[in-house]
């Protein structure tokens, strides 16, 4: 996760800066999703590679356990996504949300598989923008929510995983005119 927090020294950005003293995280994951980060580890570096994701020349692609198995092999998802309060009193990202913003998805079925009578999915998840929970909430908004979302799933879902089931498993950023690509095992 890249939490990116001074008042957690065990943050991924705390951790990198001990080798890396100048490094700034580029982007962000959810505090639960795992995978990749990409760092700056000067100004100029953080400033071209944080323009790089702000217009969307990232290539981004997750991997999910999901609940259920889709009726198609692949789809889009474009549903904008804003804030809500919650009944707490907190800010809540939420599809369709207040100052509701862009919003689209691309997914692809990898396998469906049976686990003790229940029906479970891993697909291959391409966000085309970047907004906060973005791929759990478009998950859920097609039925098929991940497993141990603990914000956004029914709760027999986000107890079906001890973690939230949501890797960012490969990026493609431009550095000096070329492709870097950097790929992540999923631990799931």
């Known amino acids: 996760p890249a939490k990116d927090s001074n008042a957690?020294?065990?943050?991924?950005a705390c951790?990198?800066?001990?080798s890396?003293?100048?490094a700034k995280p580029c982007h962000r994951l959810d505090v639960d999703t795992s995978?990749?980060?990409?760092?700056g580890l000067t100004p100029d570096s953080h400033?071209?590679?944080s323009h790089q994701f702000e217009s969307r020349k990232v290539s981004k692609i997750y991997v999910a356990l999901v609940d259920g198995h889709p009726s198609n092999e692949?789809?889009?998802?474009d549903i904008p996504i804003g804030k809500i309060k919650s009944d707490q009193g907190y800010n809540r990202w939420a599809l369709n949300g207040d100052k509701s913003r862009e919003a689209k998805?691309?997914?692809?079925?990898?396998?469906?598989?049976?686990?003790?009578g229940a029906k479970f999915s891993r697909l291959e998840l391409f966000p085309?923008?970047?907004?906060?929970?973005?791929?759990?909430?478009?998950?859920?908004?097609?039925g098929h929510p991940i497993l141990g979302d603990t914000l956004h799933a029914p709760q027999h879902i986000a107890d079906a995983a001890p973690r939230l089931c949501l890797h960012a498993r490969k990026l493609v950023i431009q550095y000096k005119g070329f492709n870097l690509e950097a790929t992540s095992i999923s631990p799931f």
């Open 74 to 77: 692949e789809g889009s998802i």
């Open 15 to 18: 951790l990198v800066r001990l």
């Open 128 to 142: 085309l923008t970047g907004r906060g929970h973005q791929l759990r909430l478009h998950m859920e908004a097609i």
């Open 47 to 49: 400033r071209e590679l």
């Open 8 to 12: 957690n020294d065990s943050s991924l």
């Open 35 to 39: 995978g990749i980060v990409v760092f």
């Open 20 to 22: 890396y003293p100048d």
């Open 105 to 116: 998805t691309k997914w692809r079925l990898e396998k469906s598989f049976l686990l003790n």
